[in-house]
């Protein structure tokens, strides 16, 4: 799939951490790694607090290298719902950021793990602050770094005017953004519309289908214009990776088929019909 675009593919780990709200396959990196190396993909985004052993630098690289896979980003998902950061959540933003630095390029994907709507424009501008203020950390550190929006009926940055909101209140000169498709369709937004909007903002993309019965689906099955998004990305010259984040329900039961069939339809439908 790398040869054919300018920019990368990659999988995330969520599709396994939906199960049982991580448990089943708590431990497992490695076995997602080999999953996701042989789908196809080039690159792996693992949730930082849910890297088990190899949250260690040099068995990650170990692993990675063994597979022949890259570090596209890790996803660093905390609650930030302070004034500032807690000695907590500072702590382990650090961590991240020491790990990355063992990674050149490797993006910092920042997500808030959303608890309800409640006080909602306060709780956007600690959120704000504090995303710049890590990324700043990380910026220094030579880290890129992206703010990735989500769409739970409890998430403070769901809808249009949130999006206003938050993303026009990043620090550009130390973050991005990164448009999830499925979660810009899930709080009412065109993607591809949203994407035009705040183009200069992003440097990482996830992919993932939504069918609105309820939220999403397997990839390929839904109504994201997964297709035409692609081909917008092809033609501003997008550098960056594309990661798909499946959270079809099938991913419940056997989120190895959900990387599987991604790679499958990447490879054979979607990346053929990119003009």
């Not at 000695?87 to 790990?99: G, L, P």
């Not at 501008?125 to 989500?150: D, M, W, Y």
């Not at 214009?225 to 079809?248: A, H, M, R, S």
């Not at 069939?261 to 979607?270: F, M, P, S, V, Y």
Request: charge should be negative.
């Amino acid at each position: 799939m790398a040869e054919q675009l300018p920019f990368r593919f990659g999988s995330e780990v969520y599709t396994w951490f939906m199960s049982n709200n991580g448990k089943t396959h708590e431990g497992r990196l490695g076995h997602m790694i080999e999953v996701i190396a042989k789908s196809g993909f080039t690159g792996i985004q693992p949730i930082f607090t849910w890297m088990g052993d190899l949250i260690d630098p040099g068995k990650l690289r170990a692993k990675l290298d063994e597979q022949g896979i890259e570090l596209a980003a890790l996803a660093l998902a905390l609650e930030w719902n302070g004034t500032e950061e807690t000695e907590q959540e500072r702590a382990t933003a650090d961590h991240a950021i020491s790990v990355l630095q063992q990674f050149p390029g490797a993006v910092l994907n920042t997500v808030q793990y959303p608890t309800g709507r409640h006080d909602l424009a306060e709780r956007q501008r600690r959120l704000v602050n504090i995303v710049n203020t890590v990324s700043r950390r990380a910026a220094e550190k030579g880290i890129p770094c992206s703010f990735h929006p989500n769409s739970p009926h409890v998430s403070i940055i769901r809808t249009e005017e949130d999006y206003k909101v938050v993303l026009e209140s990043l620090d550009i000169s130390a973050t991005g953004w990164t448009p999830d498709v499925g979660h810009i369709i899930n709080g009412g937004m065109d993607p591809l519309a949203k994407m035009k909007e705040y183009q200069p903002l992003i440097n990482h993309v996830h992919f993932k289908d939504w069918d609105g019965a309820p939220e999403f689906t397997l990839m390929g099955k839904g109504r994201v214009d997964l297709p035409g998004v692609t081909q917008w990305l092809k033609d501003i010259g997008y550098k960056g990776w594309i990661i798909c984040e499946d959270e079809g329900a099938e991913a419940l039961d056997d989120p190895d088929f959900v990387t599987m069939h991604d790679g499958k339809w990447i490879r054979e439908t979607l990346v053929p019909g990119l003009k």
